[in-house]
């Protein structure tokens, strides 16, 4: 049982794995979508999801360098808030569609296309 546990591992070191997440965040801030194993898709979501929330909302200083804090791109930051924010403005969440896509061939990982829903 995994009672306790807060999140996958990947089998890397804390911050291997926060820049993985971050990676990941901004390629799909930049891209739209991208193809990734399942358990990446599902450890990046809620977190891309937060930050969606905080670019929809009325734009300030502050929640710009909590963007940057937690991506590290000026561009992704950007286009969160002037592309992506604005698009879910009325949607109350749920920003991420995970969507299961086979396996990968040489290692047989469960594969994901994880994209933003279109409004």
Known sequence: MRHKIAHKKFSRTTNQRKALLVGLCN?????????TTLPKAKAVRPMLERLVTYGK???????FRVLMATLRSKQS????????????KERPGGYLRIIKAGF??????PMALIEFVEA
Not at 57 to 63: D, K
Not at 104 to 109: F, L, T, V
């Open 57 to 63: 909302n009325e734009v300030s200083l502050h929640r």
């Open 77 to 88: 930051c950007e286009k969160i808030i002037s592309q992506w924010g604005p698009r879910y």
């Open 104 to 109: 990968r061939k040489g290692d047989a990982a």
């Open 27 to 35: 390629q799909i801030v930049q891209n739209g979508r991208i193809m």
